[in-house]
Nanobody, 126 residues
Framework: QVQLVESGGGLVKAGDSLRLSCAAS????????TGWFRQAPEKEREFVAA??????????YYADSVKGRFTISRDNAKNTVVLQMNSLKPDDTAVYYC?????????????????WGQGTQVTVSS
């Protein structure tokens, strides 16, 4: 069982940065693929970024809309995955969710993740 808690959301202006953290319980979290998803009002949940392992090597995935602006990383010693968000835009406004799973078939698809956090609100004003 893995429990996830997100933090770091807030209200910022366009062009600012935010750092979201996903803290996890569970000794095996370091081997899990962890993803970030977001959902804006009246929109479907969408993939943002993920970090996992392929053949023992760390691999990252990004949505086209955030490539070059967001960076996902993990600190296994702290059981934490971080999403560094730079050059934020009003379109990035959403509730951001952390998700984890042992071996998701496709890390960019939310339905394959079994564990989810409660979400953290990110609001970017223009």
């Amino acid at each position: 069982q893995v429990q996830l808690v997100e933090s770091g959301g807030g209200l910022v202006k366009a062009g600012d940065s935010l750092r979201l953290s996903c803290a996890a319980s569970g000794r095996t979290f370091s081997t899990y693929t962890t993803g970030w998803f977001r959902q804006a009002p009246e929109k479907e949940r969408e993939f943002v970024a993920a970090i996992g392992y392929t053949w023992g090597l760390s691999r990252t995935y990004y949505a086209d809309s955030v490539k070059g602006r967001f960076t996902i990383s993990r600190d296994n010693a702290k059981n934490t995955v971080v999403l560094q968000m730079n050059s934020l835009k009003p379109d990035d406004t959403a509730v951001y969710y952390c998700a984890a799973d042992a071996s998701p078939a496709n890390p960019t698809v939310g339905a394959v993740y079994n564990y989810w956090g409660q979400g953290t609100q990110v609001t970017v004003s223009s």
